[in-house]
């Protein structure tokens, strides 16, 4: 009778400690995505509209979505005193292509042109 219940035993411990293998164990990990872009699309070259006074031309550029890259047409932006238009674009670095996103940038005041009034 003792050699039944040490039997009975053993096999409740071994049945105890696979059934115990086999449960999710939580785990600490991150993960974290970078997308390094190796390509661009290829230049896309727009007809730029007879200049208007007092406005900028804003290049048309590809946009990253995440998924795809979509056009951005031109457009014209006012134009403002003591700043430049610096024009949305890709540049290739070290690691693929970076976008960089452009926009208007203050002049050093040395830098500043004269002021001209549109009217």
């Known amino acids: 009778m003792v050699f039944h219940m040490k039997k009975n035993f053993l096999v409740l411990a071994l049945s105890v400690a696979c059934t115990a293998s086999l449960a999710p164990v939580a ?3 991150q ?4 997308a390094v872009i190796n390509q661009r699309p290829p230049p ?8 208007h006074p ?5 290049s048309g550029y590809w946009a990253w979505t995440g998924r795809q890259y979509v056009w951005t047409k031109g ?3 006012r134009a403002r005193y003591g700043y430049r238009y610096d024009r949305p674009q890709w540049v290739q670095g070290r690691y ?3 976008f960089h996103q452009g926009g208007w940038q203050r002049f050093p005041r040395a830098m500043m042109p004269p002021a001209r009034h549109y009217y």
């Open 96 to 98: 693929g292509w970076k």
């Open 44 to 51: 896309r070259y727009e007809a730029v509209p007879q200049a």
């Open 54 to 58: 007092g406005q900028v031309w804003a």
């Open 75 to 77: 457009h014209w932006e």
């Open 27 to 29: 785990a600490n990990a």
């Open 31 to 34: 993960v974290g995505i970078a």
